[in-house]
């Protein structure tokens, strides 16, 4: 059995005297991308942090089975590189930007040029290596940061939201380069996202935190389907439906259970359907929702065009007739 990337054992950080961190267990395995999914203010930038030793913290980090102690953290962190949501580039060409990250993690003088050159070259920079760092777009300067973090060829990569400060379009090639990155150089990764798309297209395995606490744990796509507390599924985006709602809308419990979670694309129109009167809609990039309020006083999330959500029909405290997919109700005991 491999000795985990990362391993941390009852992580705790305070703050003004309260717990904002409290982790009793999480594991990086060699070669794993781990995503730290969560809404604003969950802890997770502090979580990453904590375990690249950047911040005080109480308990255990283990990086490749060594444990973090007094005299250990610097040369840990060179086995580390993190990317911050802000590029946070020196004032100093971009190549210097690169060459000053492999000076830190001992990379011999000759090397470094050479070094700096191919990773800008692979992260499509290579032409503003005598830029200066400041003088560079935001994309731009991601680019760069990604560039020299893999540059020093670190075997564990943390990445606090690396793509949130960038325009969409950016934020989607950035990501699918990433993915492409992590894949062929084979290095462990943890990275902080609240985005639930990124943290599906980037992770093996997704961990969700609320409140600097673990909610749910597992495979990415799983976890992105099937959420196991009306918490989880709240943040994830799902309707939660209490006992009355299920049986205007016909849906049976299996034993144990009393609410169901309900994905807004597992929920439609339809003409048959239950009535709910609109409350609002929300519009996205390309797709929006639609939430109505049921008879039962619950909220209900429903998948749609955004042009669709333009309908004079949709405006709110109209009438609307719902059904939703049972089989893709995910039911919960509560």
């Known amino acids: 059995m491999s000795v985990p990337a990362l391993a941390l054992r009852d992580l705790h950080v305070r ?19 781990l995503a730290v999914l969560g809404p604003n203010g969950a802890g997770k930038s502090t979580l990453l942090l904590a375990a690249a030793l950047l911040i005080p913290a109480s308990g255990e980090v283990a990086i490749f089975g060594e444990a973090a102690q007094r005299g250990t953290h610097v040369r ?10 802000d590029a946070a580039l020196l004032d100093m060409g971009v190549r210097r930007n690169v060459e000053v990250a492999l000076a830190m ?7 470094r040029r050479a070094r700096a050159d191919e990773w800008l070259g692979r992260l499509g920079v290579a032409h503003l290596a005598e830029q200066r760092g400041h003088a560079v777009s935001g994309g731009e300067a991601q680019r760069v940061s990604l560039a020299r973090a893999f540059a020093v060829r670190p075997r564990l990569i943390f990445l606090d939201e690396p793509f949130a400060g960038v325009d969409h379009a950016t934020r989607a090639a950035l990501t ?15 990275i902080a996202t609240h985005d639930h798309s ?37 943040f994830l985006g799902f309707s939660v439906l209490g ?68 309908e004079p029909s949709l405006a709110a405290r109209h009438e609307v007739r719902v059904a939703i997919d049972a089989a893709r109700a995910v039911w919960l005991a509560r």
Request: charged content about 25%; some cysteine.
């Open 76 to 85: 840990l962190r060179r086995q580390t590189a993190t990317v911050f949501q």
């Open 243 to 310: 006992p009355e709602s299920c049986a205007l809308l016909g849906l049976r419990p299996p034993g144990g259970a009393s609410h169901a979670a309900v994905a807004p694309d597992a929920a439609h129109r339809e003409a048959t359907g239950v009535p709910a009167t609109v409350r609002r809609v929300e519009a996205g990039a390309g797709a929006g929702r639609l939430l109505v309020e049921l008879a039962s006083g619950d909220t209900l999330a429903l998948a749609e065009p955004v042009e669709a959500l333009r």
């Open 15 to 33: 703050r003004a005297g309260r717990d904002v961190l409290d982790v009793p267990r999480l594991e990086v395995e060699p070669g794993e991308t």
């Open 105 to 111: 993690h001992d990379v011999p003088k000759g090397e």
């Open 176 to 190: 699918g380069e990433l993915r492409a990155l992590l894949a062929a150089e084979g290095m462990a990764a943890l």
């Open 198 to 234: 990124e943290a599906l297209l980037l992770a093996d395995r997704v961990v969700l935190l609320d409140e600097g606490r673990p909610l749910q744990a597992g495979p990415a796509a799983d976890v992105l389907a099937r959420p196991k507390s009306a918490r989880a599924a709240r």
